[in-house]
């Protein structure tokens, strides 16, 4: 076994095999092939676990991804925006000494863009004395004019930034990218962290790598020190454009793992020049706006009012210094790729400091003679537009014909200001796990820095993301590349760090409920209805999956018909039912196309996708391992059971594990949360649809005949079997039947049980309890539970002249009827994003 320091090539080890292009710099391999000394360690670890053992380990982590829900949105994908989030198992390692040459530039460079963003938003000196084109900067979208003059806490504009860097064939790094308006990716990092510390957990301890938790403990200090008031237990939002943003994953893990509430823009309103948090209490003063969403979007109504991402007044609150905004306003301002050929000019004027580390060599072709060095040298350079625009991709001229290259030229003559031209760096190589060996592919590091105690902290890694494969020099999620997590070596043992130390403020016990946002009200609301819509309708199809074949038997013929009768009236299946002939394919065609077929709304297919999409926009409100459950659920149902004879078997017993995850996932979601607004929501969601569905099942299921068999289909698809046979042992009689799932409070099952409740957390929400006037939703729900309380069985079961129960046909419509507008009156009261009248102190 070779030492740590041994570099030579180990011809049993993993790396045997690894072959690195000449013609770029590798970060694990040496020009002779063998492993570069803080490589060695990773590489003999890797090579006594063999490739079937970190492949088996890596079939964890992948598991790990999927549980956890780790993902980010492909933008413009017709079949599904979410995919899961593409680790590699093989780190990017770099040493201590190399780490803190890098470090040392990016404060460096975080400084200087401070200090340039307060200038061009305040006296702008560098335009005056010409360090700066004026047209840079007036032309760029990202200069927010209504921002000029407004002055921030601290003078700091960038309390985040983040740097693109790429390693050329010498060795040297350079920048090519520069992030300042709300950068992304630090998140996804330390899930990187989170998944390869448990996939390789020997190895990581071994390798002395230093912790991130001090990097996000820092950032949560410095963004409390920017609120302007309650500064003991400052609220503090994380501002997010929404569920279809590229992100949207890391937004929700960033919001729980540093303790914010997550936002959209509908969820904040601005009154009297202060933000406000919309609740279900009343408004919520809120102190500080971490943005995740670029400039122009966070402000319709002095900055972009084509978009409704943002927040209407928000400028006017940021000016009057009620609210803080990290990053600041305008910050992105400075990410134009032609700022780069100033940057050397502008760090020695501004700093007296040379730039430590360089930008790739830039030529902005609104000056005359960079233009002429791009026309000569077009081949070699990399055209990319003057201001960040991700509409436009980078041109890279070797790729070009002549003629591409002269129509090219000729484009940038006509506005030569709107382009930029970079030298074409040779993107360095790392080690990738595929195929079961190490191959090399592009990466590019993004390195994440922090303001802090008036200068800046340097997040100990970062992430690393890498191409599709080797002949491409593009580094994008969004074209098919990866990620990496990144190791910074340290000298020695590294500290134990958590960021959910304790805390030396002292601050009173609060139990409060109400600072519950309008929208996740109504996420709530719709998760419960969802869940329980699915939950009926994978009981209905078992029950009439288990009898499809048994035309036999009279009885299960009775209770066949009753659920599909059910079935049609939900609108899960077509209302006429198969002739008797062929019956019984013809319905297992269909109830299999009911249960996986996810493009028909009638489907249970479709209901889950509505029930996990709904659960995606609550992924800081439900439980890891309620995510987990959700995961796994939807997996089962994801392709249909191709095998004759076996595929309604085989639906049946997907059906049957259907319950048992269901009930696993309501009872994570329940229990895991305190009893408040957010928890009765929930509730009220799931007991108004099992109510809905409990009146369709009796109503369709029950009516207008009263089979034995009919009966047990009603009373298992109920879940209420067991409690009737304990009651009534072997006899079955519809009155019976009805009083258990109509009127019998005591049953979890029953109409009336759910009534009860629905009037129970009505009755806890903030619009009642006014003991003068009670709210519509209030009345309507005690209205209903009283038709039921006060109905007499017998009425209900007494036929009239033509033989029909019509007492009871009449209550049941009543039910249908007013149910669904009891739902729409607790939406219009709570859930449609309209500003209560109240406002709550902090």
Wanted: with cysteine; proline share 6%.
């Amino acid at each position: 076994m070779s030492s740590e320091t041994d570099s030579r090539p180990d011809e049993s080890g993993l790396d045997r095999r690894y072959a690195p292009n000449p013609d770029f710099h590798d970060e694990m391999a040496l020009a002779d092939g063998s492993v570069r000394p803080h490589w060695r360690a990773l590489v003999d670890s890797l090579t006594a676990i063999g490739p079937d053992g970190l492949a088996s380990r890596w079939q964890e982590g992948q598991r790990l991804i999927y549980d956890n829900g780790i993902s980010y949105n492909v933008y413009g994908d017709p079949k599904s925006t979410e995919r899961p989030w593409p680790l590699d198992p093989i780190p990017l390692l770099i040493d201590s000494r190399e780490w803190e040459t890098i470090a040392d530039a990016m404060r460096q460079r975080a400084t200087l863009f401070n200090a340039m963003i307060a200038d061009l938003y305040g006296p702008q000196r560098l335009l005056r004395r010409n360090l700066l084109p004026p047209e840079l900067i007036f032309r760029n979208p990202g200069f927010i004019r209504p921002c000029h003059g407004v002055a921030v806490p601290g003078g700091i504009y960038l309390h985040v930034y983040s740097a693109d860097l790429a390693r050329s064939p010498d060795g040297q790094w350079w920048v090519i990218a520069d992030r300042t308006g709300a950068p992304s990716g630090a998140g996804y990092a330390l899930e990187n962290r989170i998944v390869c510390s448990r996939v390789l957990p020997d190895i990581f301890r071994a390798s002395q790598v230093h912790r991130l938790a001090t990097f996000f403990q820092t950032y949560r200090e410095t963004l409390r020190s920017l609120v302007p008031a309650h500064r003991e237990n400052p609220r503090i939002v994380l501002l997010t454009p929404g569920p279809y943003n590229e992100t949207y994953f890391e937004h929700a893990f960033l919001a729980r793992y540093l303790g914010y509430t997550l936002v959209e823009g509908a969820d904040l309103t601005v009154r009297e020049n202060h933000v406000y948090l919309k609740t279900l209490g009343g408004l919520l003063p809120v102190d500080l706006i971490v943005r995740r969403q670029d400039d122009n979007f966070c402000d319709p109504l002095e900055l972009r009012n084509d978009s409704m991402l943002g927040v209407a007044g928000l400028v006017q609150a940021v000016r009057a210094g009620t609210v803080a905004v990290a990053n600041a306003l305008g910050a992105g301002l400075v990410e134009s790729a032609a700022q780069a050929a100033f940057l050397p000019g502008l760090c020695s004027d501004i700093l007296g400091e040379e730039l430590k580390l360089p930008t790739v060599a830039t030529w902005w072709c609104g000056q005359k003679g960079p233009f002429s060095y791009v026309e000569e040298h077009l081949e070699n350079l990399v055209i990319k537009p003057t201001f960040p625009d991700a509409a436009r991709e980078p041109i890279f001229g070797a790729k070009l014909t002549a003629a591409e290259r002269r129509a090219l030229l000729d484009q940038i003559r006509a506005a030569p200001g709107d382009y930029v031209a970079q030298e074409q760096v040779a993107l360095s190589t790392v080690p990738g796990w595929n195929d079961g060996q190490l191959q090399p592919c592009h990466f590019v590091l993004r390195v994440y820095v922090v303001a802090a105690n008036g200068s800046y902290a340097v997040m100990p890694g970062g992430l690393t993301r890498v191409s599709a494969s080797l002949d491409s020099l593009v580094v994008s999620m969004q074209r098919g590349g990866g990620s990496k997590d990144t190791w910074v070596l340290a000298d020695g043992p590294t500290p134990q760090f958590s960021l959910l130390q304790q805390s030396s403020a002292s601050l009173a016990v609060s139990r409060a409920t109400f600072d519950l946002p309008s929208r996740v009200a109504d996420n709530l609301f719709w998760l419960g209805r969802y869940v329980e819509r699915v939950e009926q309708a994978v009981r209905i199809a078992r029950a009439v999956m288990t009898r499809i074949h048994q035309e036999s038997d009279p009885a299960k013929v009775a209770g066949l018909n009753a659920g599909l009768r059910v079935l049609s009236a939900l609108g899960h299946i077509d209302g006429e039912l198969p002739p008797p002939g062929n019956r019984a394919a013809a319905l297992e065609r269909e109830l299999l196309a009911m249960v996986y077929d996810s493009s028909a709304p009638s489907s249970l297919g479709w209901t889950l996708h509505q029930l996990r999409r709904v659960a995606w926009l609550l992924r800081d409100r439900i439980s890891t391992d309620a995510w987990r459950v959700l995961n796994h659920f939807t997996q089962q149902f994801a392709t249909a059971p191709v095998l004759e004879p076996l595929r309604l078997t085989r639906a049946i017993a997907l059906l049957d594990e259907a319950i048992i995850m269901l009930s696993a996932f309501s009872g994570l979601v329940m229990e895991s949360m305190t009893r408040g607004h957010g928890w009765r929501f929930l509730d009220l969601g799931r007991r108004l649809e099992r109510a809905i569905e409990t009146v369709a099942l009796l109503a369709h299921g029950l009516l207008p005949a009263q089979e034995t068999g009919q009966l047990e289909a009603l009373l298992e698809i109920a879940d209420s079997a067991l409690t009737y046979r304990s009651r009534y042992l072997t006899s079955m009689r519809a009155d019976l039947l009805l009083d258990l799932l109509l009127l019998d409070e005591a049953n979890p099952r029953s109409v009336a049980f759910q009534l009860a409740r629905v009037c129970e957390h009505i009755a806890a929400l903030p619009e009642s309890e006014s003991p003068v006037r009670r709210p519509a939703e209030w009345r309507l729900a005690r209205r209903l539970l009283s038709a039921v309380q006060i109905a007499e069985l017998s009425e209900l079961v007494r036929k009239d002249e033509a033989g029909r129960w019509s007492n009871l046909e009449q209550l049941l419509d009543g039910l249908a009827a007013e149910l669904p507008l009891l739902s729409e009156t607790l939406t219009r009261a709570y859930l449609d994003h309209a500003v209560p009248a109240q406002q709550l102190s902090a």
